[in-house]
């Protein structure tokens, strides 16, 4: 697997720092390591999760947001045809909208792969990025 055009989805990251599923764990530690790219909209569901669910406070999430970008991934940045471009996803498939747009920024930023465990294993969406659940 060439980690150059591979997406990840927020459960890797959060995988990455939930002790709960040492498997998980060690996985999403694992795709991290090979520095994948992330969307920025990732990110902010990352940062929610962090402050709203586990509680965490904001100079923690910073700091540890921060770690993240320096070390661990590479940050896409935000596609001017998102928008466009998820309106035509959202007409072919039946995902959320906050799916829709990281898919969309994927596609558009050139990635071939999403991982993700909480979409359509195999699917290929718009014949461009393929959905993979590296936690099978």
Known sequence: MNIDNIAID???LLYAFDNKDIKKQDKAVEILLKRPFVTQLVLFEFIKILERKWKKDKKEV???TIKILD???FPLSQHSDMYNYAYFL???YNYGLSDIFILSDSILNDCTILLSEDM???MIVDKKLKIINPFL
């Open 10 to 12: 927020t459960n890797v």
């Open 62 to 64: 910073t700091k540890l």
């Open 71 to 73: 070390e661990l991934v």
């Open 90 to 92: 959202t007409l072919k």
């Open 120 to 122: 359509c294993n195999g």
